[in-house]
C-alpha cells in the first residue's frame, strides 16, 4: 500500500519547496508540483480503488495537504479544492471522469461563490434550463474559483431546473464553450492558486452532467463536499502554522546577540512567545485530530466539530503567522526567510467561504436548536 505522506514529502522536498518562492513571486500556477504529484498518485489517492484510485479518506488527505502547505500554499490550495471535487464526483460522477481523476489525468475544483452572492455558496444565483431533448444551458458570474484557467473541470452549483430546493450540481468541464476566465489572480497571499472569476455564458452540458438529483445540491454539498473543504482547510492552516513555529525557532536558535554571548533563545521574553505559539499550533493539531476522530467513529458531535475546524484553524493562523513576525523581527520581513510569505498566506482561510463568521453562526444555530439557513 502506497504511504501517500512519505510520498508527499518527497514531491514537497524535491519540486514544491524549492519552487515556492518563485510561485509567490511571479503568481504562476506551480505547475510543476502539481503535475509532481499527479504522477506520484496523490491526486488520485481519495479516488476508489475500483477505478484505479488510492481508495484513502479524510485522514491521509489532511496529512497530505498539511504536508504541501508548511512548503507552498498556493499548491496545498489547488489540491485542496481538487479534492473536495473529488469527494462529490466519487459520490455522483461518471465512471470517465472517475478514472481520469484516479490516474492523475484530471485536475478539478469547486465553482460554488458567485458575485451576486459572493460567499454565500449555499444561495446560487446562476441558472439551469433544460431544453427536453437532453440538453441543458448554463448561465453564471461565478468568483474566486481556484485553478481557473488549469482545471479540467468544475463542479458547478445553479438554480435547479424546476425542484424545489436551493441548488442543483453540474460536472463541467472547462473547455465548454461560453466559458471565460477573467483575469489573472494578483492577490496578497496564496499568489499561484490561480482564483479568478470564471463567467459562463449559455454553457451546454449534457443533462447526464447533473450530480444528484434536482434540487438536492446543497444537501449533497453539505454531506460530501463540505466536510472535506473544512477539514482540509484545517490541515491548510495547520501546516503554514507548523512552518512558521518551525521557522521561528530556527531564527532563535541560530540568531546571536553578540554583546551578551547568548542566542535569543535563551532570552525569557522570546522563549516564553515562542512556547505560546507553539502550543497554539499543538492546540489545533488537537482539535482537527478530534474532529477526524468523531468523523470516523460517528461520534453525535462529528457534525459540530467539522463547522468548527476550520475556524478554529483559520483564527489561530493568523494569530500565530502575526506572533511569529513580531518574535523574529526585521529578519520576518525578509522573502528568504519563508516567513512573510506564509504570514499573507495565512490570512486567506478565515475570509474563505464559509468564512469565519459565517461558521460561528453556523455553530451557534446547530447548538441552539435553529435551522442552519
Known amino acids: ?42 491526486l488520485g489517492m481519495m479516488s476508489a480503488t475500483d477505478v484505479g484510485g488510492g481508495g484513502q479518506g479524510l485522514a491521509e488527505a489532511a496529512a497530505v495537504i498539511e504536508k504541501i502547505a508548511g512548503a507552498c500554499g498556493s499548491t496545498a490550495m489547488v489540491v485542496l479544492m481538487h479534492f473536495a471535487a473529488t469527494g ?36 446560487p444565483t446562476s441558472t439551469a434550463k433544460s431544453d427536453g431533448n437532453g440538453k441543458v444551458t448554463l448561465d453564471a ?20 431546473l424546476s425542484a424545489e430546493g436551493p441548488m442543483t450540481l453540474w460536472h463541467v468541464p472547462s473547455n465548454s464553450g461560453g466559458l471565460t476566465v477573467r ?18 455564458d449559455s454553457v451546454e452540458v449534457a443533462a447526464s452532467a447533473q450530480l444528484g438529483d434536482d434540487g438536492a445540491g446543497l444537501d449533497i454539498a453539505l454531506g460530501t463536499c463540505l466536510p472535506v473543504f473544512l477539514v482540509l482547510n484545517a490541515s491548510f492552516s495547520l501546516g503554514l502554522m507548523q512552518a512558521m513555529v518551525g521557522e521561528a525557532g530556527e531564527h532563535l536558535k541560530n540568531t546571536r546577540l553578540t554583546h551578551l ?45 467539522v463547522l468548527q475546524v476550520k475556524a478554529v484553524a483559520a483564527e489561530a493562523a493568523s494569530e500565530v503567522a502575526d506572533g511569529v513576525m513580531r518574535l ?7 522573502k528568504e526567510l519563508g516567513v512573510e510569505r ?25 447548538t441552539l436548536g435553529l435551522p442552519l439557513f
Open 1 to 42: 500500500m502506497t504511504d501517500y505522506a512519505a510520498v508527499t514529502q518527497q514531491v514537497v522536498d524535491d519540486v514544491i519547496a524549492p519552487g515556492a518562492a518563485q510561485v509567490d513571486s511571479s503568481g504562476e500556477f506551480p505547475r510543476a508540483g502539481i503535475d509532481a504529484l499527479a504522477q506520484a498518485g496523490v
Open 88 to 123: 462529490l464526483l466519487e459520490a455522483h460522477g461518471d465512471t470517465e471522469t472517475r478514472k481520469a481523476i484516479a490516474t492523475g489525468q484530471h485536475l478539478t475544483t469547486l465553482a460554488f461563490s458567485e458575485a451576486g452572492s459572493r460567499s454565500h455558496f449555499w444561495a
Open 141 to 160: 458570474k461565478k468568483s474566486w474559483v481556484t485553478s481557473s484557467h488549469e482545471a479540467d473541470s468544475y463542479v458547478w452549483s445553479s438554480t435547479p
Open 183 to 200: 483575469g489573472k489572480f494578483d492577490g496578497l497571499g496564496l499568489r499561484g492558486n490561480d482564483s479568478n472569476p470564471v463567467a459562463g
Open 261 to 305: 554571548d547568548q542566542s535569543l533563545a535563551e532570552q525569557l521574553p522570546q522563549r516564553t512567545k515562542y512556547a505560546e505559539l507553539l502550543t497554539k499550533v499543538d492546540g489545533v493539531r488537537a482539535f482537527l485530530q478530534d474532529t477526524l476522530a468523531a468523523l470516523g467513529s460517528g461520534r453525535p458531535d462529528a457534525t459540530l466539530r
Open 328 to 334: 523574529c523581527g526585521g529578519s520576518a520581513f525578509r
Open 342 to 366: 506564509r504570514f499573507r498566506d495565512s490570512l486567506a482561510a478565515r475570509v474563505m467561504a464559509p468564512t469565519t463568521d459565517a461558521l460561528r453562526d453556523f455553530v451557534g444555530r446547530a
